[in-house]
T-cell receptor, first 115, second 116 residues
Framework: ETGVTQTPRHLVMGMTNKKSLKCEQH?????MYWYKQSAKKPLELMFV???????ENNSVPSRFSPECPNSSHLFLHLHTLQPEDSALYLC??????????????FGSGTRLTVV | QQQVKQSPQSLIVQKGGISIINCAYE??????FPWYQQFPGKGPALLIA?????SEKKEGRFTISFNKSAKQFSLHIMDSQPGDSATYFC???????????????FGSGTQLTVLP
């Protein structure tokens, strides 16, 4: 384990379902991220949460809704998804200051299939 | 617009050979250039990283070469082993103005296969 735990590992859902992905980090990091990894495409940043800000990629559809109740937990709420949303969803965390950089730590991802 | 271009898309190397993966970036705001290694069923894991004020960094069999003027950097894997077979991603990153989080932009990945 990397210190970033994602659940579930696999998820199959219909287009009318509502589900949530969960991420938890045990590293004391102060920022958390959601990435989407599709075949043949670069990893795509979806959302960022840190102590000071929330950043989102404007190209992410509103059927994806993030929630970050505290610095250790991050959720991605899913509703009325499309088949093209099938992908590996990766959570990451980092501890960054202007004076230091510790890189990202990724979880193992949730493999989502929309049927 | 893809800000980090990576090549080749796939690479096959004999055991003991040298694997070379190249990347180019456009945004001069990037201040940190990590490489990630990803095995099937796992998330990417940080392999090695370099800052733009350094031209080369070596960690074991892995070396990053960095050319700031050309905005290019590359990963060299010496004495490649079958266990190195994985997907490798270059990335480039900068701190948000708040200093509390990073924008990380990935290349498209290189599938490396090391033949025994």
């Amino acid at each position: 384990e990397t210190g970033v735990t994602q659940t579930p590992r696999h998820l199959v859902m219909g287009m009318t379902n509502k589900k949530s992905l969960k991420c938890e980090q045990h590293l004391g990091h102060n920022a958390m991220y959601w990435y989407k990894q599709s075949a043949k495409k670069p990893l795509e940043l979806m959302f960022v949460y840190s102590l000071e800000e929330r950043v989102e990629n404007n190209s992410v559809p509103s059927r994806f809704s993030p929630e970050c109740p505290n610095s250790s937990h991050l959720f991605l709420h899913l509703h009325t998804l499309q088949p093209e949303d099938s992908a590996l969803y990766l959570c990451a965390s980092s501890q960054d200051t202007i004076r230091s950089n510790y890189g990202y730590t990724f979880g193992s991802g949730t493999r989502l299939t929309v049927v | 617009q893809q800000q980090v271009k990576q090549s080749p898309q796939s690479l096959i190397v004999q055991k003991g050979g040298i694997s070379i993966i190249n990347c180019a970036y456009e945004n001069t705001a990037f201040d940190y250039f990590p490489w990630y290694q990803q095995f099937p069923g796992k998330g990417p894991a940080l392999l090695i990283a370099i800052r733009p004020d350094v031209s080369e960094k070596k960690e074991g069999r892995f070396t990053i070469s960095f050319n700031k003027s050309a905005k290019q950097f590359s990963l060299h894997i010496m004495d490649s082993q079958p266990g190195d077979s994985a997907t490798y991603f270059c990335a480039a990153t900068y701190l948000f103005s708040s200093g509390s989080a990073r924008q990380l932009t990935f290349g498209s990945g290189t599938q490396l296969t090391v033949l025994p």
